[in-house]
């Protein structure tokens, strides 16, 4: 175990240090805020209840000693963290597990160390939403082999403790993001080759589409067309409901394929499969995303006259894809025919206008689009104000930025996820570190944790400024969380160590990184005694990756036989059949 690199770092809460602030760079215009604290007061607060919650009181205790442990860069996951967590005496029910999962969601390590000790308590009840937010952490973490050991673990067991469709839709979906579309397919396969999902075709066929549109979105739209095909061609009375249409449409104009869309669009009028709105929707926000708003408007000019109404998620796209390009007198007359219709306007059609406005540099129109927005009932987000964040980064206005986070504190508005990105971007691109640094420890007080980019522009920021003993922390508490740095990172921040006499820093970086490549140890959600199961989960894994044959997965089932023999046999029939198609080609 390595040295954790003790560093205190005396911060201002950040609301006063922005009374530092020139006042002088005060910008001279007024972006509208509404008062959320008013909103949500009333008139006469009814008193406080006489018998305060003592459950609600105990488990806001036991997140906040959770919380301490797990941000602890002292404590690495594992044994050291199980024995933190039983030495803090909490109570790890479903519902906290569920906020310590959504909190720390950039801590795969941890939450895995978390999901093994609270399931190995005699007194843990099982969770399917706990569950599968344990796999979703594992496949986040690219941990597949542990992910399917916890699945086929409990694959067999009663059916009020194992896995359901959300869980192997979870997979489906990391292996989509990972790069590995066969082997959500193949997930897929094995999935409605078990006996509980055979006996609901609506659960297999809602998992299909699920499959389609995870493929479609992560790039993979080809594959996911050629398996429709496969499914036609196997099943002859098949007919594609109009769900997979769209997502096909929308797979290709994601995809930037218009030629591709054009034909699957005029193939459906050939097979007289009718569109409705949400096919209308898809084609115009992808001719939309592909700047061509003109075709777009005459594509809903043509649905009107074809009887089909026009919604939000007709208009909406035109509406922002007009803004994008700065045609904002157009743009606005969309609006009104927009406004005239029973739904009218939404806040993603203010948040387009107010974009574009932003991205314009034209933030006096911007404001008054919020103002509208407020005028007409429909509150502001911090969606809405990210869009100021983004033009005070582009610009460098630092003092405005951080002015408009201040007032959205004090309004009673809670700052999310991208609002924290986009400040810590501004301050880092300006070389701010102390203000960097406030911005850090708010968002973690608010129990936020730095992803990937935010702690790649904190190092880099750190280490630019010569703070390599803090640029280190960073580095190892990334990795202690369970993020691997980006080799770019690594290799600048140890070659500017090397350069400027911290030589002792970079190599600590060296050993930091020496495992990360391919690590070969057993993950941590699966004990010794279990290494059966870890066996099959791992064969399993790379049967998913490899596989060409479907029904080859049906053998993966559970079966009286020992399972890994029987991965052993399967993995055998793949490589003998690998060795013969190599024959064949030679």
Not at 171 to 195: D, H, N, Q, V, W
Request: hydrophobic content about 40%; proline content about 6%; overall charge positive.
């Amino acid at each position: 175990m390595h040295a954790v690199i003790n560093i205190r770092r005396r911060v201002l809460p950040l609301v006063a240090a922005v009374r530092l602030l020139s006042v002088s760079t005060q910008p001279t215009f007024t972006i509208p805020i509404p008062s959320l604290l008013k909103r949500n007061s009333p008139e006469q607060p009814p008193p406080p209840p006489q018998n305060p919650s003592s459950a609600a009181a105990a488990a806001a205790s036991d997140l906040a000693r959770i919380s301490e442990v797990l941000s602890n860069p002292a404590i690495h996951p594992g044994p050291d963290l199980e024995r933190a967590l039983t030495a803090a005496e909490v109570d790890p029910s479903s519902n906290l597990l569920l906020e310590v999962f959504n909190r720390f969601v950039s801590a795969p390590k941890p939450l895995s160390t978390l999901f093994n000790w609270a399931r190995n308590r005699p007194d843990y009840q099982f969770s399917i939403a706990v569950f599968n937010a344990a796999v979703n952490t594992l496949g986040k973490a690219r941990e597949f082999d542990s992910a399917w050991c916890l699945i086929l673990d409990l694959v067999n067991a009663d059916p009020t403790r194992r896995p359901d469709s959300d869980t192997f839709l979870i997979m489906i979906r990391r292996y989509t993001r990972a790069g590995f579309p066969m082997a959500a397919i193949r997930t897929f396969e094995y999935a409605t080759s078990l006996k509980f999902f055979q006996s609901d075709p609506d659960t297999e066929n809602n998992l299909f589409e699920k499959l389609l549109d995870s493929l479609c979105k992560e790039g993979h739209v080809s594959t996911a067309s050629q398996y429709c095909e496969n499914r036609k061609t196997k099943d002859p009375s098949w007919a594609p409901p109009i769900r997979v249409y769209n997502i096909l449409l929308n797979g290709y104009l994601r995809s930037r394929k218009l030629n591709h869309a054009m034909r699957l669009w005029e193939s459906m009028k050939k097979e007289k499969v009718k569109p409705n709105v949400v096919t209308y929707g898809t084609l115009i926000e992808g001719l939309c995303r592909l700047r061509l708003a003109d075709m777009a408007i005459e594509l809903l000019n043509q649905m009107k006259t074809e009887g089909v109404k026009p919604n939000a998620i007709v208009y909406n796209p035109i509406i922002d894809a007009l803004g994008e390009a700065g045609r904002f007198k157009e743009a606005m007359g969309m609006l009104e025919r927009f406004s005239i219709l029973e739904t009218g306007p939404t806040l993603s059609t203010y948040n387009s206008l107010v974009k574009g406005f932003c991205k314009a540099g034209d933030i006096v129109e911007a404001s008054k689009i919020v103002k509208t927005m407020i005028d007409d009932k429909c509150l502001p987000t911090t969606t809405t104000y990210s869009y100021f964040f983004k033009h005070f980064s582009k610009t460098g206005n630092i003092d405005a930025g951080l002015t408009l986070y201040k007032k959205l504190i004090r309004v009673g508005y809670d700052p999310d996820g991208l609002t924290y990105h986009l400040l810590l971007k501004m301050l880092s691109k300006e070389g701010n570190v102390e203000f960097t640094l406030k911005i850090v420890n708010d968002m973690r007080e608010k129990g936020f944790d730095l992803d990937l980019a935010s702690s790649t522009m904190l190092i880099n920021l750190l280490w630019r400024q010569h703070r390599y003993d803090e640029a280190a922390f960073e580095f190892e508490d990334m990795l202690r969380r369970g993020i691997v740095p980006q080799h770019i990172t690594y290799t600048r921040l140890s070659e500017e160590m090397e350069k400027n006499g911290r030589g002792e820093l970079a190599r600590k970086l060296h050993d930091l990184m020496r495992p990360v490549t391919r690590s070969t140890k057993m993950p941590d959600t699966c004990k010794e005694s279990r290494s059966g199961v870890m066996e099959r989960a791992e064969l399993m894994s790379d049967v998913l990756k490899t596989c060409n044959d479907p029904r080859e997965l049906v053998k993966q089932r559970y079966r009286p036989e020992n399972d890994v023999i029987s991965a052993q046999k399967l993995t055998e029939s793949i490589r003998r059949k690998a060795e013969l198609r190599e024959a064949i080609r030679g």
